[in-house]
């Protein structure tokens, strides 16, 4: 789904655990990385722990290794919306938790006025969305998975 005269580009994934997760964004946000897009997570919970063990197992340069634990695995939602995203052009904002909770951080980022270009993945967890996922997809506009970073 795209919105706001093609500002805001709106994609989604579907995780049983937070390594399962990170294993599926991880591609994106290396992605994102060498298109020197800024990355921002918005989280529930704290996945601090869990991307460090997924990290040291994966083959990536250390230096790449290194840029992703440097974002905030944190959850960092205590900070204003706006606060958390620079003014770089394009911006990748992954948004992870519960349903209520993605949906409310969407429209605080809807209401940022200061950015051209946002890519948004709603990560969702399979087990609470299992019974609602068509409903949510079509609401975005590619799903985002293993095989299509």
Same mark, same amino acid.
């Given at each position: ?20 997760? @990170?294993?599926? !964004?991880?591609?994106?946000?290396? /992605? +994102?990385?060498? $298109? %020197?897009?800024?990355?921002? *997570? ?47 052009? @394009?911006?990748? !904002?992954?948004?992870?938790?519960? /349903? +209520?909770?993605? $949906? %409310?951080?969407?429209?605080? *980022? ?40």
């Amino acid at each position: 789904m795209i919105t706001k005269e093609n500002k805001i580009q709106k994609s989604c994934c579907f995780y049983a655990s937070d390594y399962h997760l @990170e294993m599926i !964004i991880l591609p994106y946000i290396n /992605k +994102k990385i060498d $298109e %020197k897009a800024q990355v921002t *997570i918005i989280t529930e919970k704290n996945l601090s722990k869990t991307i460090e063990t997924v990290v040291s197992k994966i083959n990536l340069p250390e230096q790449r290794k290194q840029e992703i634990l440097e974002i905030d695995w944190k959850n960092n939602k205590n900070n204003q919306i706006g606060e958390l995203i620079n003014t770089k052009k @394009e911006v990748a !904002i992954f948004v992870i938790g519960s /349903k +209520k909770y993605i $949906e %409310k951080t969407n429209k605080e *980022i809807d209401n940022i006025n200061k950015i051209e270009n946002i890519n948004i993945v709603n990560c969702y967890n399979f087990q609470e969305v299992k019974n609602n996922m068509v409903e949510i997809v079509d609401k975005h506009k590619k799903v985002i998975n293993s095989s299509s970073n």
